[in-house]
């Protein structure tokens, strides 16, 4: 079957998934609570906290955290706007937090297995085990203790705009801008964000099952001080997609991607998405393949993304190159489910057993 024919099989509308591609609920959200007068974040780091916020007794925290739903429980799209319209209150975002899951709602104490207690500090929250010896309580530990948010001090509020807008596919420097953030902590954040999709990417199946097409490039991507080569394949017809850096440029290395990545029953083909990319490759047989024209909207592409879109920020080692493929995988695998499938992600961490 030629290259041609199998094209205008697949140029078939419908399959643009991502026509509603578009996160604009949640980001005006985002945006309506920033045009305020008052500062957007007063500090870099730390949790803002708002004069008028009550901050509810220990015992009545606990309690609203562990509320039954009456009826059937929120999707996760009701928790986010949930965690959106609440973010200034730091109370109610750990409450909420605790109540879905996402920040651990009993913790044990690590020296005597005992269960911990929730303490009131002037406008904080931390876990007391009350166990007493002679020196006194026996341990306490953060209220972010085993979940996602346990290794930084990023408020509840920038991680999650910046989640937000990472999912909307807002650059650092153009999210550094509307949060008045330094580009340090944006890439923190970003940095904690690449945390959930490379957990969600790496359990993603092989592509090409049940005899589906596939289409795999060979893409360069210059870095600062290096050139990467990247295999990267499309299941044609879904969104299923892989990309991984390629340490050589061995058949042998390509090979073991492809058994990784790509089911033995596959319909694998090797294509090229630009006409004179690369002439180290000139000898693998690809075909052109005009994705740009293929899909319609930017965003639905994938091979020329990888191409056209990674910050010089990601490009800086091979793990963080290939932690921003991850990203790029999971963007184009979940489409406009990426903000809803990185929350659902943060429950993997609270659902760990301690130590
Ligand atoms: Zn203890």
Redesign the pocket.
Known sequence: MSFEKKSSQIMDPSHDMHDDFDYSHHLQMVLSQLNGDEPAYPMDVGDVVLDDVHFPKPADMAAMADAEDIGPPPTTNEIIEDILENVDNYPKTLQILMLRGLLKKKQQ??????P?HLRRRKCSYEWR?R?KDKKGD??SCSIKSGSWFENTKLSFKIIFNVLVMHCKNYSSGHMSSILKLSTHSINEARRMVHELTDRIASRYPRIGEKTKDVYLEIITIKGKNDVYKVLAGQEIGTNHCFAAVLNDCSAALIERIKTVNVDPQAKVTMVKTVKDDDPDFASVAAIFFDEKKYYVHARDQFFCNLRENPEEHFLSTRVTLQSWLNDQVVRKTEGIKMMEKCVEELKTFTSKTSR
């Not at 104490?109 to 005992?114: D, R, S, T, V």
């Open positions: 104490c690590k020296k005597c297995e005992k911990m085990c166990t026996c341990s």
